[in-house]
T-cell receptor, first 114, second 113 residues
């Protein structure tokens, strides 16, 4: 275990549904990230939060809405998704200011949009 | 833009053999970090090894070592005495320090008994 947990592990939703993914880190880190992992594509960085402030939005469609209420929790709110949004969504955390820039990943949420 | 290329989509070796996974990257930066991550079938991504670009010495972690060739922009991973538990997807990743990890497409490694 890496100290980063994600719920749910699997999610099936219709295109008109609204759902949320949750991530929690138990490592005392001050930065959190959302990545999308699609089949046969490299991991794509979606959002970066430093000290609860969003510092990166990698041209992600507005149907994905992140929320970071504190440095230990990160949410990804989903609405009006498309079938091509089906993927594994990974959360990660790291300690900004350290020199190794190592990110710790959660197990992911497998999302299927029907 | 930085790019990371892993030219071996799949590899397969026998247990106890040595295997080398290749990775090349493209950047105009001089200071950056390189990582190898492992993603076993259970899906949790785990850091295997990291290398700071300013360090000439190749990083090692037990059975895992890298061959870092900065001029050639090459960063290969060598796994010695491979074990069944090494079966996983391996991702090479690049970070210039802006918290934006750029990943390669991965190499699926299978260790056969």
């Amino acid at each position: 275990e890496t100290g980063v947990t994600q719920t749910p592990r699997h999610l099936v939703m219709g295109m008109t549904n609204k759902k949320s993914l949750k991530c929690e880190q138990h490592l005392g880190h001050n930065a959190m990230y959302w990545y999308k992992q699609s089949a046969k594509k490299p991991l794509e960085l979606m959002f970066v939060y430093n000290f609860k402030e969003q510092t990166e939005n990698n041209s992600v469609p507005s149907r994905f809405s992140p929320e970071c209420p504190n440095s230990s929790h990160l949410f990804l709110h989903l609405h009006t998704l498309q079938p091509e949004d089906s993927a594994l969504y990974l959360c990660a955390s790291s300690q900004v200011g350290r020199t190794n820039y190592e990110q710790y990943f959660g197990p992911g949420t497998r999302l299927t949009v029907t | 833009a930085q790019t990371v290329t892993q030219s071996q989509p799949e590899m397969s070796v026998q247990e106890a053999e040595t295997v080398t996974l290749s990775c090349t990257y493209d950047t105009s930066e001089s200071n950056y970090y390189l990582f190898w991550y492992k993603q076993p079938p259970s899906r949790q991504m785990i850091l295997v090894i990291r290398q700071e670009a300013y360090k000439q010495q190749n990083a090692t972690e037990n059975r895992f070592s890298v061959n870092f060739q900065k001029a050639a922009k090459s960063f290969s991973l060598k796994i010695s005495d491979s074990q069944l538990g090494d079966t996983a997807m391996y991702f090479c990743a690049f970070d210039q320090g802006a918290q934006k990890l750029v990943f390669g497409q991965g190499t699926r490694l299978t260790i056969n008994p």
